[in-house]
């Protein structure tokens, strides 16, 4: 979850890029359920005041975007920052990872994309292991109970862990939200591979 910078020299990094629309929709959830102290302290003043209203809502009647998920990203302003947010976000890393593959750089960087690891869960790990020089031998089974298995059993709203499947966007964006994000982050979006 952190940005991918290079500070340490014959480093591994790991890469994991998600579709910056399912970040959108899950980085709101998160806002939401944390609730109004934390939305007044770290959202810009611009996107802050509809956010508000909606997690009282939200806190309120945690099954809210169940029944109406055009609310979930119904505010232009809160959009366009998501949207910004993930773009800084992929050009950061995208540079970073492209720096970090230069000869000249004594580290390595891997690439994984959240949908891979989805449809693709063992294959994906035993890369990584091996990319850590680790023997996939050793690892401990995938499961529910370490979170290494993708997504659970159940969606819970007001969890951490809400739900973690891959295209939940398509449920929560509109044309108008959808027309935000590209303008802002399209660009990133097509460059990242993820197309509308």
């Not at 209203?53 to 959009?79: G, K």
Request: hydrophobic letters at 35%.
């Amino acid at each position: 979850p952190s940005d991918l910078l290079y500070w340490m020299p014959d480093a591994r990094y790991i890469w994991i890029l998600r579709d910056g629309r399912d970040v959108a929709v899950s980085w709101t959830f998160h806002q939401l359920r944390k609730g109004a102290e934390v939305i007044e302290r770290s959202i810009p003043p611009e996107a802050r005041e509809s956010l508000l209203l909606l997690s009282r809502r939200f806190l309120e009647v945690p099954p809210l975007f169940e029944d109406q998920p055009e609310l979930l990203l119904s505010d232009e302003a809160w959009v366009r920052h998501v949207a910004a947010t993930w773009d800084r976000r992929f050009r950061s890393d995208s540079g970073a990872a492209h720096y970090i593959d230069t000869p000249d750089v004594p580290a390595r960087v891997m690439r994984v994309r959240y949908e891979d690891l989805h449809a693709r869960t063992e294959k994906c790990r035993r890369e990584l292991l091996k990319f850590l020089d680790l023997d996939p031998a050793d690892a401990r089974p995938i499961s529910e109970d370490s979170y290494t298995s993708p997504g659970y059993k159940t969606a819970n709203p007001l969890s951490y862990r809400r739900k973690g499947i891959v295209g939940d966007w398509q449920r929560y964006f509109t044309p108008e939200s959808k027309n935000w994000f590209a303008q802002v982050a399209g660009d990133s979006l097509q460059q990242a591979g993820y197309a509308w």
